[in-house]
Each structure stands twice: as C-alpha cells, then as structure tokens.
T-cell receptor, first 114, second 114 residues
Framework: DAKTTQPPSMDCAEGRAANLPCNHS???????VYWYRQIHSQGPQYIIH???NNETNEMASLIITEDRKSSTLILPHATLRDTAVYYC???????????????FGTGTQLKVEL | DSGVTQTPKHLITATGQRVTLRCSPR?????VYWYQQSLDQGLQFLIQ???????AKGNILERFSAQQFPDLHSELNLSSLELGDSALYFC?????????????FGPGTRLTVL
C-alpha cells in the first residue's frame, strides 16, 4: 500500500471546521484513499473514501488534489465528540497477494476544544 | 453501532493460557478481518477470511489461529499467551473482501495477560 504522511496532532475550536491533511505522493491510479477515526480505544470508525473526485457524506468531506498526491478530510463543524485519532489509508487491490487489509499508520490526534 | 459484535469485551488471563475471541460480522458480510492493537505496535492486520476460507495473513504469530464458520462468525484462538499479547483485538467485516469494500469494525476485545 502507498505510504501516507499525517501530522501527529492538531487542535480545533468547537464549531469550527477541522481540516486534516494527508500526503500520499506514491499513490497509484487504482488506489483509494480511506479515512477512519478511532475514539479512545473504541473500534475504528469508517468516515469516507474516494478515488479521484471530491466526496461528501453526513460526517465529512474529502478533498483530493488533482494529482492525487494529497488529500484533506474536512469536518465542517467540529464538536468535542470529534476528538479522536484520524487515520488516512491508501488501499490497493490485494487479491494478488497480501489480502485487502487496512494498513494503519500513526494518524493525527485531533483535539477539539471549547 | 457498526453491526459487528465481539465477545467478550474484556478478558484477563495468565501467561501460558489459551483464549478464544469471537466475532459476528454484519448481516450479509462474507469477509472477516482480525486486527491487533498494542501500545507499541499500533493497529496491525492479523488475518482475513472470506466465506469460510483464509484469504490473507499478516503478522500473525504461529501461536495464534483463526477460523470462519459456516454461519460466517469467526473465532481467533490465542495460545501459550505471553505478557506481550496483551492488547486490543478488533474484528472487522466487509461484504466481499474486495479492496473497494468498506470494512466495519467491532468494539474490540481487551485482552490482559498477567
């Protein structure tokens, strides 16, 4: 899987947008960008994913640059409950070997404060 | 609630013992994944099953084994336990096991080896 780079920590004021960056400069054409988060030792929670186009769902928006070498997860109105570790993961078709596992890095610890 | 269930929530045992962790996937999901999260290693993929057959292995120790039953639930067996096996163990499931599938995680089992 393509390697991703994320800042280790970020702070955000409650009610403001949280913009979490991720670099994946070695991404290939068929690799998807997935975002998960983990709130204090709970099971990782799926947020959003995309291939080329920007995506939006009820939780967040995902902005992927045109060259696909980086992306940004946007939580439009962060709340205290959004405090978590956010993981950016690039997924490649693993049926040729290695399975379709998720490879988690160290993620970004987002702290939302009053 | 992801729809993936894991039992037990907590498990405390002694070194040298054997334990079994259980996972029930979301309704309709054919693929099950096991992950281990320890303080020093982060979230790591252990093994994937698809419709009863092993699909991929990660960094799973030989002392660990898993299986997926005809009703699609899965069990992870950990034997000859060592202190270092203390960790959170997560199960995830997805529809087909394809790399474009979203994996949904259960709440985890916290294993403490004394």
């Amino acid at each position: 899987d393509a390697k991703t780079t994320q800042p280790p920590s970020m702070d955000c004021a409650e009610g403001r947008a949280a913009n979490l960056p991720c670099n994946h400069s070695t991404i290939s054409g068929n690799e998807y960008v997935y975002w998960y988060r983990q709130i204090h030792s709970q099971g990782p929670q799926y947020i959003i994913h995309g291939l080329k186009n920007n995506e939006t769902n009820e939780m967040a928006s995902l902005i992927i640059t045109e060259d696909r070498k980086s992306s940004t997860l946007i939580l439009p109105h962060a709340t205290l409950r959004d405090t978590a570790v956010y993981y950016c993961i690039v997924r490649v078709d693993g049926f040729a070997g290695g399975g379709n596992k998720l490879t988690f890095g160290t993620g970004t610890q987002l702290k939302v404060e009053l | 609630d992801s729809g993936v269930t894991q039992t037990p929530k907590h498990l405390i045992t002694a070194t040298g013992q054997r334990v079994t962790l259980r996972c029930s996937p979301r309704s309709g999901d054919l693929s099950v994944y096991w992950y281990q999260q320890s303080l020093d290693q982060g979230l790591q993929f252990l093994i994937q099953y698809y419709n009863g057959e092993e699909r991929a292995k990660g960094n799973i120790l030989e002392r660990f084994s898993a299986q997926q039953f005809p009703d699609l639930h899965s069990e992870l067996n950990l034997s000859s336990l060592e202190l270092g096996d203390s960790a959170l163990y997560f199960c995830a499931s997805s529809v087909r096991g394809h790399y474009t599938d979203t994996q949904y995680f259960g709440p985890g089992t916290r294993l403490t080896v004394l």
